[in-house]
């Protein structure tokens, strides 16, 4: 079993909906990062402990759900799409699934991956419309084709002929921040151009609703990112993961971050661990950065110790040059076969410039612990 230090552990009491609606900011979860941390600061969660589940900070509310099927004696994947689907049907997540923001046509699209780490299979959906489990999708593709990835309309056109119902995937409040995204950007989506009617045309669209419109003002300013990735490691030792995501918002059609990709987003070896992550995913496909923490963890790293690994091989891409570096927010998430964890942050800060947390379960409650910060300072278009 590895022997695990971390500089600080925070944990907030999360048992229950009274906590999990004092996390919701404008009724949305946050990402990457919690206020819920300012509440309480209690034990460090447990290292080594199987069976063991972890996602990013907006999985916090979904783990209890993976948790049951593994003390349950279920299979690995099963558990991490079981937590992943519940934050898919979410429609106050506004970076997953059901509701999540829209690329730039107002099309939400989907990006989905899973890895099954007994049988050595992967299976991938990138750009899928309409259809809102994509986790379950990429596993159906992993378990009943001979293919690992299908992409846009394919993949549609398969959910379909597998059972998926097509939906709209755009809410009422993922709509209208879309409208006020195109009302900023485009001349012609807006009645005029001067800041009265601009503040009259935001107040009209969101019934006036300051907290609305405020929210819509900083996605608008800073496009979100936002994303779940999940792994599990049972009591034999076996491991499976899974990330799904609507990706960036106001992205180009068509655009494919890193979590539909296996090696990037999400990868698991068996005999080793796995590994995920958010923010922005090009960077991530640059360095293979689910596969580059999975050898750092078979060569003896720690899952923190691997997860900083990746995160410096993305600032030497920039020659860590922090302006650079300061257009995004990138974090990674790891699990090792002994039950360890960890996570690390580019930035220290999370959602709203609180520290950067993530959610685990070593099987008595959900918990959020700070991510190690790769810089330790403020700072990330996040
Ligand atoms: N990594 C995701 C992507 O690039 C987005 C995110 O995690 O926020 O699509």
Not at 31 to 59: C, E, H, V
Not at 129 to 155: P, W, Y
Not at 220 to 234: E, F, N
């Amino acid at each position: 079993m590895e022997l695990w230090s971390r500089r600080k552990f925070f944990r907030t009491s999360l048992a229950g909906s009274a906590l999990a609606g004092a996390n919701k900011l404008f009724g949305r979860t946050p990402t990457n990062g919690d206020d819920a941390l300012s509440l309480a600061n209690l034990a460090p969660p447990a290292q080594g402990k199987r069976p063991l589940i972890i996602s990013s900070a907006n999985g916090l509310h979904a783990l209890d759900k993976g948790m049951d099927i593994l003390k349950k004696g279920g299979d690995t994947l099963d558990a991490v799409v079981a937590a992943v689907t519940v934050v898919e049907d979410d429609p106050n997540d506004d970076s997953v699934g059901y509701g999540g923001l829209p690329n730039e046509e107002g099309e939400v699209e989907l990006d989905a991956s899973v890895m099954h780490g007994p049988t050595h299979r992967a299976g991938s959906v990138a750009s899928v419309r309409r259809i809102k489990n994509v986790s379950r999708l990429a596993k159906t593709v992993m378990e009943n084709t001979n293919h690992v990835m299908l992409v846009g309309d394919g993949a549609r056109r398969y959910a379909v002929a597998e059972g998926f119902e097509e939906m709209n995937l755009l809410t009422e409040h993922s709509r209208k921040i879309w409208l006020a995204w195109k009302a900023k950007t485009s001349f012609n989506w807006r009645p005029g151009i001067d800041s009265p009617e601009w503040k009259e045309h935001m107040a009209a669209l969101f019934d006036g609703n300051e907290a609305e419109i405020a929210y819509a003002e900083s996605v608008i300013a800073h496009p979100r990112t936002g994303t779940i990735p999940c792994m599990a490691v049972d009591a034999k030792g076996d491991i499976s993961a899974t990330t799904t995501t609507s990706g960036l918002s106001w992205k180009i059609p068509g655009r494919v971050g890193d979590s539909p990709i296996i090696g990037a987003g999400c990868c698991v070896d068996n005999e080793v661990g796995a590994a995920g992550s958010t923010g922005k995913g090009e960077e991530n496909i640059k360095i293979c950065g689910g596969h580059t923490i999975i050898e750092m963890m078979r060569k003896g790293m720690s899952p923190e110790a691997a997860c900083l690994e990746a995160l410096g091989r993305i600032a030497h891409n920039y020659k860590n040059d922090k302006k650079k570096l300061g257009t995004f927010h990138i974090y990674f998430y790891a699990i090792n076969k002994d039950g360890a964890h960890g996570a690390a942050s580019l930035w220290r800060n999370g959602y709203e410039k609180k520290h950067a947390v993530y959610a685990v379960h070593d099987g008595t409650e959900a918990k959020l612990v700070e991510c190690t910060p790769y810089l330790d300072e403020t700072g990330g278009d996040s």
